[in-house]
């Protein structure tokens, strides 16, 4: 069984910092790729970064520059991070973490992040 424990939402002012986390734990064999995506009000889920087991990241063109995603690997624990920066408040939506593993794709619960003054 799989498990993604995100954490690092909240609320912040435009213009303003946050990093989210997510652990991945479990029964995992090969990691093929991990990431972030969000979904705003009314919205579909759409991509914001993901990162390959190689190293290769890939972002969303809109979100180039301003949102960085790195990993960690620790006693076999993956993490998933996401510094964004310079926040908008249309980057105000709940970002959900993804595992892509063993060809099958695994969800987090999803964390808010709120922009607003």
């Known amino acids: 069984q799989v498990q993604l424990v995100e954490s690092g939402g909240g609320l912040v002012q435009p213009g303003g910092s946050l990093r989210l986390s997510c652990a991945a734990s479990?029964?995992?064999?090969?990691?093929?790729?991990m990431g972030w995506y969000r979904e705003a009000p009314g919205k579909e889920r759409e991509l914001v970064a993901t990162?390959?087991?190689?190293?290769?990241?890939?972002?969303a063109d809109s979100l180039k520059g301003r949102f960085t995603i790195s990993i960690s690997r620790d006693n076999a624990k993956n993490t998933v991070y996401l510094h964004m920066n310079s926040l908008k408040p249309e980057d105000t939506a709940v970002y959900y973490c993804?595992?892509?593993?063993?060809?099958?794709?695994?969800w987090g619960q999803g964390t808010q992040v709120t922009v607003s003054s």
């Open positions: 993804n595992l892509y593993a063993s060809y099958e794709n695994f």
């Open positions: 990162i390959n087991s190689d190293g290769y990241t890939n972002y």
């Open positions: 479990g029964s995992i064999f090969k990691i093929h790729r």
